[in-house]
């Protein structure tokens, strides 16, 4: 069947390809180091960036619009080479519709150490219900990385995971709440770092974490 655009894929494009911006305003990415893509709500299309494009040069036109299995729907240009990742994603977790990859240096740095960042702040138990997972190792260029992402995240409430060696991985209902996820990782990785350059940083007893988790994402907010 031939692929036609509708309103909802178009809008999911410009959604995505501005959503980059936010990459490079909060110090996520470097040159064309990252990544966000989109499910387009009440179907099976993803949305994502070409690959090795510069996001100064991004358009909501030279977006690639893929089904789950990586097949290009819709665009002229080869989906970003994390595409199998963020696919498999999709696939196993039907109720994610955004997800994010990037280098940033903080968080990136403990993935470098292969341990997962520790919840010791009230703003973790927030945000990730815990502490941020570390997922295994895996080479580019097959699935081992998207199995690795949901094999770690359905054992946590952390909407992020810091994937061994490598870098960040975030999930979100939607692209925007996927971004706010890795923006809020490099937070608190940086903070977590400073703190434990003056010693051992505390942790939050389970029933607070609980208790916090709980707050924000049922009371916080309007």
């Known amino acids: 069947m031939k692929f036609e655009t509708t309103e909802a894929v178009e809008a999911m494009r410009a959604e995505v ?25 009440g179907t099976d299309y993803i949305v994502i960036k070409p690959s090795g494009i510069s996001y100064d040069d991004l358009t909501p036109e030279l977006m690639v619009v893929t089904d789950l299995e990586g097949n290009v729907l819709d665009g002229d240009l080869k989906p970003s080479s994390d595409a199998e990742s963020h696919n498999h994603v999709y696939q196993l977790m039907p109720e994610v519709g955004g997800v994010v990859h990037t280098h940033s240096p903080y968080a990136t740095a403990w993935a470098a150490r292969a341990e997962p960042i520790p919840c010791v702040l009230t703003a973790m138990a927030d945000e990730f219900g815990g502490e941020i997972p570390l997922g295994p190792f895996a080479l580019i260029g097959s699935d081992a ?37 890795a923006v809020m990782t490099e937070d608190v990785a940086r903070t977590v770092h400073i703190s434990r350059q003056l010693g051992e940083p505390v942790p939050i007893a389970q029933e607070n974490i609980d208790k916090l988790y709980d707050r924000y994402q049922n009371v916080y907010g309007q």
Request: hydrophobic content about 40%; charged content about 15%.
């Open 17 to 41: 390809c501005a959503l980059h911006a936010e990459l490079l305003r909060w110090g996520l990415v470097t040159w064309t180091s990252g990544n966000v893509s989109g499910r387009v709500p």
């Open 145 to 181: 990385i998207g199995r690795g992402i949901v094999d770690t995240l359905k054992g946590h409430r952390s909407p992020a995971v810091i994937m061994q060696n490598h870098g960040v991985f975030t999930i979100g209902k939607n692209p925007k709440a996927a971004v706010k996820a």
